[in-house]
């Protein structure tokens, strides 16, 4: 008999979410990550009483009423309501594109005035067959919009000029014809009430967590240990990249404490201008209504990502999705090894999705 029924690695939210199950049924579990703190990505540093989103800010959205339960199980989330702003030339804008953007963009009041102008800048591009990126937003919504709040952003985004980018990258532009800033459609939004540190302390409570520990430093000691893994880090890592290393990209993040209140009053501020090299502002404490001396900002500036650099975002070209492919074959085929999250699945999930990820691989 083994010591433990599941070695976890990777203490992010799947791997944690898995454990807190597999420990409710009675299994023992061990969680490990090489990391110095649980929680993955959605680990948060306290910095002057803030809690500082130390791996790109991070607003729990879902739809799903059992998952949003699940969640306030381990901690209450507040009210807190995405509604970012876009800076551009020095105006600002009310993201998502909404009536309020319409005002802004134009002077116009109501939605039919909006309406007419978007078709009208549309049909003036005399767009119909879009081959890039440019021509498929100018094709969606006119060049106003375009120009001043996507073309920048998404050319410092993937470090590349939006008319070098496919179009398929951009199937729809959502614009909404309400005055709501609102930036998700989903039922349920929020933070946790003291932090996403809580919810990681909630999911991992009374199970046995080592930190600072990387799995493939000790694989065959680790396995001896356990009758399963449950494997949340790179799959391209796990199979020594035999099929080459899955490509990803990265970002990368200046945090700075400064010795006001409130520095730019949102807690997201896009800044849509090619020529300034970062992309957002986060100032976290507008997260949770924080009422501190000091505020904490973070500028986020996309990264070309580089072997050994922080994995961000997968790159699901056909190249990268091929070699997934090829690790994905050789994953299935393991009798005593479970794979998720997102490094292990190569796929962006935002948190309400690999919750639900980890319940349906414990389930199963
Ligand atoms: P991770 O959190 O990455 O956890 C994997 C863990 O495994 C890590 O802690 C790592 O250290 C560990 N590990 C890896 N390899 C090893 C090894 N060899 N040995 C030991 N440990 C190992 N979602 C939302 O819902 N809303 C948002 O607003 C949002 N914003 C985001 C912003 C950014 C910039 C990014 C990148 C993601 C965002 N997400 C958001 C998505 C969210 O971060 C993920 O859904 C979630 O964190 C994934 O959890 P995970 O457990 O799969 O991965």
Known sequence: NKKYDYLIVGAGLFGSVFAHEATKQGKKCLVIDKRNHAGGNIHCENIEG???????????????????DYVNQFVEFNRYTNSPVAIHEDKLYNLPFNMNTFYQLWGV???????????????????TDPQNLEEQAISLVGKDIYYKLIKGYTEKQWGRKAT?????????????????????NDKYQGIPIGGYNKLT?????????????????????????????????KIDEYYDFR????????????????????????????????????????????????????TVITHEYPAEWKSGMESYYPVNDEINSLKFKQYNKLAEKEANVIFGGRLAEYKYYDMHQVIASALKHFKN
């Open 201 to 233: 302390e909630g999911l991992l409570e009374g199970i046995e967590v080592k930190l600072g520990v990387d799995f493939f430093a000790s694989k065959q000691e680790y396995e001896s240990l356990c009758d399963t893994v449950v494997f949340t880090g």
């Open 243 to 294: 099929f080459g290393e899955l490509e990803y990209r990265s970002l990368h993040f200046e945090h700075q404490t400064l010795d006001i209140e409130n520095y730019q009053g949102n807690a997201v501020v896009n800044y849509t201008e090619a020529h300034i090299p970062y992309t957002r502002i986060i100032e976290h404490k507008h997260f949770e209504f924080g009422k501190q001396d000091k």
């Open 164 to 184: 070098e980018l496919p179009a398929f990258i951009i199937k729809r532009l959502p614009v909404r014809f309400t005055y709501d800033n609102n930036y998700f």
């Open 50 to 68: 803030i809690n500082v989103h130390k791996y790109g800010a991070h607003i729990f959205h879902t739809n799903d009423k059992g998952l949003w």
């Open 109 to 127: 009041k109501t939605p039919q005035e909006a309406m007419d102008k978007i078709e009208e800048q549309v049909k003036e591009s005399g767009i």
